[in-house]
């Protein structure tokens, strides 16, 4: 499946899920533009989630030292930016934490 796919795909499951569609006109443009950008989020830590289970998370240099992978680094990053902005989608559409399911706990699970 094309990486557009895939995004249009989680942005489709994110726009059912954050209910965009009975927003009120003012909080719909916004939260829309973000979970756009969450959709592809989305699909940026699976793909580097591939990499590192395939590579691994960590590298070893010529000198037998070891660091961090620049998936598992960017992962890592991408992580944190998913998450601030799923935090930033509700606090704007105004979910608290007992309003149902959260998508970044689901997004979670599925790692």
């Known amino acids: 499946m094309s990486k ?9 499951k ?33 793909l580097l989630k591939e990499q590192i289970e395939s590579y691994g998370a960590i590298q070893i240099n010529k000198n037998g030292r070891q660091k961090q992978s620049e998936a598992s680094k960017y992962y890592n990053r991408t992580v944190l930016t998913f998450a601030s902005l799923m935090k930033n989608i509700h606090s704007i559409i105004g979910k ?12 979670l699970k599925g790692l």
């Open 96 to 107: 608290r934490d007992d309003d149902g399911v959260d998508e970044l706990e689901e997004f």
């Open 4 to 12: 557009i796919k895939c995004v249009n795909d989680a942005y489709a």
């Open 14 to 46: 994110l726009h059912t899920s954050l209910g965009i569609e009975k927003l009120e006109p003012s909080k719909q443009c916004l939260v829309d533009e973000l979970a756009k950008q969450a959709a592809f989020l989305i699909v940026e830590l699976e």
